[in-house]
């Protein structure tokens, strides 16, 4: 069976600091990642995502994520955010590809001024 | 080009009652899957449907039905519902065979309470 794990269930960070979500996951196949986010209100909508070839990924909005096979995680990182990046984050595993994810509890990025 | 919609968007409900919750998927997908997001929790996946067909389903007890119409829209039935049962509802829609490249596709969900 798969797991994910967030490792912190809020992240208050001030506008224009780094940030790290942390996302370790438990699965005894070949896995596929991703990082959803959800705004107030709304649906999820796909950040970035891992299949296959280099290990870091990168969405269009300046986040990245790596994956690190040794340590099963999937964290994600950038350089320096935006009051617009509020938002709840979500990692999440698949052995199909895109199809039957199984998420993290979520992680609460709070962006302070 | 609409995405996902779902219907309603909010709804109250008692304990005991039965509901019907619908999703319309994205224009050219043809597979919808159901999630329920507890509050506070990640989403678990509930079932999918492809070809009129439940084919996979999470753990989730028999109360949790589908439906899916020959226009790929969708529909979860919850019956003898549950205090816990109250949650956000997310439909996804995507393409058969599963394709890589192509993400699920979300809708904003139906905020279901029981009382």
């Known amino acids: 069976a798969q797991s994910v794990t967030q490792l912190d269930s809020q992240v208050p960070v001030f506008e224009e600091a780094p940030v790290e979500l942390r996302c370790n996951y438990s699965?005894?196949?070949?896995?596929?990642l991703f990082w959803y986010v959800q705004y107030p209100n709304q649906g999820l909508q796909l950040l970035l995502k891992?299949?296959?070839?280099?290990?870091l990924v990168k969405s269009i909005n300046g986040f990245e994520a790596e994956f690190n096979k040794s340590q099963t995680s999937f964290h994600l990182r950038k350089p320096s955010v935006h009051i617009s990046d509020t938002a709840e984050y979500f990692c999440?595993?698949?052995?199909?590809?895109?199809?039957?994810?199984?998420f993290g509890q979520g992680t609460r990025l709070t962006i302070n001024p | 080009d609409a995405g996902v919609t779902q219907s309603p968007t909010h709804l109250i409900k008692t304990r005991g009652q039965q509901v019907t919750l619908r999703c319309s998927p994205k224009s050219g997908h043809d597979t919808v899957s159901w999630y329920q997001q507890a509050l506070g929790q990640g989403p678990q996946f509930i079932f999918q449907y492809y070809e009129e067909e439940e084919r996979q389903r999470g753990n989730f007890p028999d109360r949790f039905s589908g439906h899916q119409f020959p226009n790929y829209s969708s529909e979860l039935n919850v019956n003898a519902l549950l205090l816990g049962d109250s949650a956000l509802y997310l439909c996804?829609?995507?393409?058969?065979?599963?394709?890589?490249?192509?993400?699920?596709?979300f809708g904003n969900g139906t905020r279901l309470t029981v009382t």
């Open positions: 891992y299949l296959s070839g280099s290990t």
């Open positions: 699965s005894s196949v070949s896995v596929y």
């Open positions: 996804a829609s995507s393409v058969f065979p599963p394709d890589l490249n192509s993400p699920l596709h």
């Open positions: 999440a595993v698949s052995d199909q590809g895109a199809q039957k994810l199984v």
